[in-house]
């Protein structure tokens, strides 16, 4: 039996790594065959996941032997840290190995929101000419309102600051002169929905942050701001933000994250014909470099975890 399983994506040559020092199984859509998964763990002694796999308490009982659980990107919200704490099961995410693929994402969509001309591809080929349609905005000179400041917002302070933008940053956890030394302009949250051009969230999902983007929230922002959202599911409420972009009361926004997923038929009917939106599917901290180093620093953490250099 395996000694480590992995129940989503690695890169290849992480997993060749494990593979070298231990037994190991790697499916990537394990995830998907929740009684193969728990059969699996049965003798298992690390667990490896993305943010598909749901690391319960239930879960942790099929895994008697686990002693570590390495996390391929940096939200916690699908592994029950209560639990694992319990069982002595340390979690490890893999720390800032994916802040520049986010980051760029998020610039990416903002820019592309802001100057919709970029959309209009399909138009141009079926022979229209959409001039008038596609004058967008420049981001150079905009506001830039960050909600939460840790180590991936403060990389994307750093690229839209580049691109002449002015930061605002709201983060309760932060005092404010930590916020300004890094950058930004601390701000209240609700200053910063008002004030800001763009907005862009980067905070976990807790209690105090579930729906934290609300009616109230769309509405106080203004009627051309765009809104980037790579962070978690659930800070967001989806329905608010369909009707917000329905109604023309905000110029458009980008989701890379749901309160669901995958989006099943009736999670996906809130977006159908929503104008001025960019969906994507988990994918922003996932590029073919932030692969490999998030890959790689899991598998030299449970290597040295398991002892098996």
């Known amino acids: 039996m395996a000694e480590?399983?992995?129940?989503?994506?690695?890169?290849?040559?992480?997993?060749?790594?494990?593979a070298a020092r231990a037994d190991t199984l790697y499916a990537r859509d394990l995830v998907d065959r929740p009684d193969d998964l728990r059969a699996a763990l049965a003798d298992a002694r690390a667990l490896i996941v993305r943010n598909r796999t749901k690391v319960d308490a239930a879960l942790l009982d099929a895994a008697p032997k686990v002693t570590c659980v390495g996390r391929l990107g940096v939200g916690l919200d699908n592994i029950d840290l209560d639990a694992c704490r319990k069982r002595g099961v340390t979690v490890y995410p893999a720390?800032?190995?994916?802040?520049?693929?986010?980051?760029?994402?998020?610039?990416?969509?903002?820019?592309?929101?802001?100057?919709?001309?970029?959309?209009?591809?399909?138009?141009?080929?079926a022979g229209d000419w959409p001039r008038d349609r596609a004058i967008g905005r420049e981001i150079a000179g905009k506001r830039a309102g960050l909600i939460g400041f840790g180590r991936t917002a403060r990389k994307t302070a750093v690229r839209l600051a580049a691109l002449g933008m002015e930061i605002l940053a709201h983060d309760p956890v932060l005092k404010d002169t930590e916020i300004a030394a890094a950058g930004a302009k601390p701000i209240s949250l609700m200053d910063l929905l008002a004030s800001s051009d763009l907005v862009t969230l980067h905070i976990p999902l807790t209690e105090a942050t579930r729906n934290l983007i609300d009616t109230k929230a769309?509405?106080?922002?203004?009627?051309?701001?765009?809104?980037v959202n790579a962070a978690r599911g659930g800070v967001l409420d989806e329905a608010a933000l369909a009707s917000a972009l329905?109604?023309?009361?905000?110029?458009?926004?980008?989701?890379?994250?749901?309160?669901r997923e995958p989006l099943d038929a009736a999670a996906a009917s809130v977006f159908r014909d929503v104008p001025n939106l960019i969906l994507t599917p988990h994918i922003a901290g996932v590029t073919t470099e932030s692969n490999v180093r998030v890959s790689d620093l899991i598998a030299t953490i449970i290597i040295r975890e398991l002892g098996i250099e």
């Open 4 to 18: 480590i399983v992995i129940s989503e994506f690695m890169d290849d040559a992480a997993v060749a790594q494990l």
């Open 95 to 125: 720390t800032g190995a994916n802040d520049d693929a986010v980051a760029e994402y998020v610039v990416v969509t903002a820019m592309i929101l802001l100057r919709p001309a970029f959309l209009g591809s399909t138009a141009v080929a």
């Open 218 to 227: 769309l509405a106080a922002m203004k009627q051309s701001a765009v809104l």
């Open 246 to 259: 329905k109604a023309g009361s905000l110029a458009g926004a980008a989701l890379d994250v749901f309160s």
